[in-house]
């Protein structure tokens, strides 16, 4: 059974129980409650941590158990939890297999601050109670930030946020359950309770609950100090070294959110370089909505422009943009920003850059997908043809399912629809260029010409031949030299009568002009198409006909 595979069965067996689970040290309590009920409990290792199973009367063991964990709430002892045995083999499974790179746990602790922060702005928008409260926790006025730092004598990561914090309970709900997922119950709440904000619904990026645990790719040691935002909320300290076990503890040095503390391995020094960490935080996390700084030095200053509506984007902005996204010191010669809601939800900003070497080829390298601004493929290819390779950017997408480590795209029918969606609108796009700037679109056709030839010939299923076709540019004898047409152009100036599409390929115009077929041609009134591309004759053959026209050799011509 692969990785994957196993744990999507480990947390499907997880899921399916459904035990109340209390603390190891609250057994004594809940067992004489218990048995004052006339009920025997016994414990036994549920849900991530140490728990109490009534044998009897489950209704009277539950309400044991749960007023001893109210009563573990004031107990300020170090208590030892114990994970389940499934719990630790999918712990095991996420620390050695789940992710493809070591350094997407970085993404990921960088995500889980991020939804932290959103929680808390969001509670300070809606709840009024809390902003009534002459009790202050969190600092209104103090910047909502991340704040990774770096240590490299002592060989330690650090990162820490000022956002929601967590309560004793929700800290062993959260980080002694693998796959249990807080921000999934907070869009699960944002839903039920119908107060719609939808800013904090899009800004939310966990899915899985399982993100956490990567650390422990990295790590021996890993210590979580967190407080409530709530007012007058105590804070804890959380550690574990993910064999097993983890302790939990009153901490009052802890400040208002959450700071994770990685205790790195001997051959993991590179995540406490600051270069390194850096480099890494710039890949995958550059465009976090909130500031994130590395040994206080903030990294994230590149807006997501694909956010912005298009039209406040300006032209330095797009250039700096293409510039960071392309790694080119060039500009881009088109841009395109738009956002589409169906048949899927995209936002994508995409540029044709000023230069193009065709003649040495260009690889495919797909486009910067996101999914809610955190980078989840560099070089994404199935979103965009091979054809369309001189395009360079970025493309958003929140409806692509995503497996447990968020680098692997599952569903094809959804990539095929964003793939579909950007072909659409780079190819209307570019006719509209074509029609508003003739002259600019020349230059980039004699760049790029090779790409749109291409595209006749192994456009996907569901791409029309007819639409990439108007790209096309040829010279005409209905023109001046050096002057071009397109397909419509040509159907428009067609003769009554005439049925066909008529071209001519050869090396240059002086020759076209003085073909025999280009003669009989002109006396029957007909335009002739001119091209002076080799692989013309094969593009045009293989188009066989535009908008119910046959394309046709001048030299198939017969009176």
């Known amino acids: 059974m692969s990785s994957l595979r196993a744990a999507a069965f480990l947390l499907a067996r997880q899921s399916s129980r459904a035990s109340i689970s209390v603390p190891r040290r609250c057994l004594s309590v809940g067992l004489q409650r218990a048995s004052a009920c006339g009920s025997a409990v016994r414990p036994r290792l549920s849900r991530g941590f140490c728990s109490a199973q009534p044998l009897a009367d489950k209704q009277d063991g539950a309400a044991a158990a749960q007023e001893a964990v109210a009563d573990a709430e004031t107990d300020s002892s170090v208590e030892r939890l114990q994970f389940q045995a499934e719990t630790r083999q999918l712990l ?163 400040a208002v959110g959450s700071k994770i503390v990685v205790a790195l391995k001997g051959d993991e020094k590179k995540f406490s370089s600051e270069s390194s960490v850096k480099d890494i935080v710039t ?166 010409g090779i790409f749109i030839r291409e595209g006749i010939i192994s456009q996907d299923p569901g791409e029309t031949k007819d639409e990439i076709a108007r790209l096309l540019r040829f010279e005409s004898s209905e023109k001046a030299a050096e002057q071009t047409t397109g397909l419509d152009g040509y159907v428009e100036r067609m003769q009554e009568g005439q049925n066909d599409i008529y071209y001519l390929c050869t090396t240059s115009r002086k020759l076209a002009e003085s073909s025999p077929y280009c003669q009989q041609l002109r006396n029957k009134g007909y335009e002739v198409l001119f091209s002076f591309d080799t692989a013309d004759d094969t593009i045009l053959s293989a188009l066989d006909n535009f908008k119910g026209k046959k394309v046709a050799s001048a030299e198939s011509f017969s009176d």
């Not at 889980?112 to 702005?121: C, G, I, P, V």
Request: aromatic fraction near 10%.
């Open 92 to 254: 095991d499974i996420v620390a050695k297999s789940l992710y493809s790179d070591k350094e997407v746990f970085i993404r990921e602790v960088i995500s889980n601050a991020s939804d932290a922060l959103e929680k808390l702005r969001h509670h300070r928008l809606t709840d009024t109670s809390a902003a009534e409260s002459t009790e202050v926790v969190a600092d209104q006025g103090e910047e909502l930030c991340i704040r990774l730092t770096v240590d490299e004598a002592a060989n330690t990561f650090t990162i820490q946020d000022n956002g929601i914090g967590m309560l004793r309970q929700e800290l062993i709900d959260n980080l002694g359950t693998i796959a249990r997922s807080g921000s999934q119950a907070f869009l699960k709440d944002l839903k039920e309770s119908g107060d719609g904000s939808a800013n904090a619904a899009q800004s939310i990026i966990g899915q899985f609950g399982v993100g956490f645990y990567s650390t422990f790719m990295v790590g021996d040691l890993v210590t979580v100090y967190t407080r409530s935002s709530k007012p007058g909320s105590p804070g804890y300290k959380w550690i574990s070294d993910g064999s097993g076990s983890f302790e939990v503890s009153p901490d009052e040095s802890a």
């Open 283 to 448: 890949k995958y996390s550059n465009f976090i909505s909130f500031p994130i700084y590395v040994n206080d030095t903030q990294i994230n200053t590149v807006q997501p422009l694909w956010m912005t509506e298009g039209k406040k984007v300006t032209e330095e902005e797009h250039k700096k943009f293409f510039q960071f996204i392309a790694q080119r010191s060039d500009t881009p010669r088109y841009s395109l920003h738009f956002s589409a809601d169906a048949p899927i939800m995209v936002r994508s900003l995409l540029y044709v850059p000023e230069s193009v070497n065709a003649m040495f080829g260009i690889q495919h390298e797909g486009l910067s997908l996101y999914n809610r601004r955190v980078l989840i493929q560099d070089k994404a290819r199935d979103v965009i043809p091979e054809w369309l390779r001189f395009v360079k950017g970025v493309v958003d997408c929140e409806d692509i399912p995503l497996n447990l480590s968020r680098e692997l795209l599952q569903d094809n029918a959804i990539i095929k629809k964003v793939r579909a969606t950007l072909t659409s609108r780079i190819v209307r796009f570019l006719q509209r260029e074509a029609k508003k700037d003739p002259e600019k679109y020349d230059q980039f056709f004699d760049q790029c």
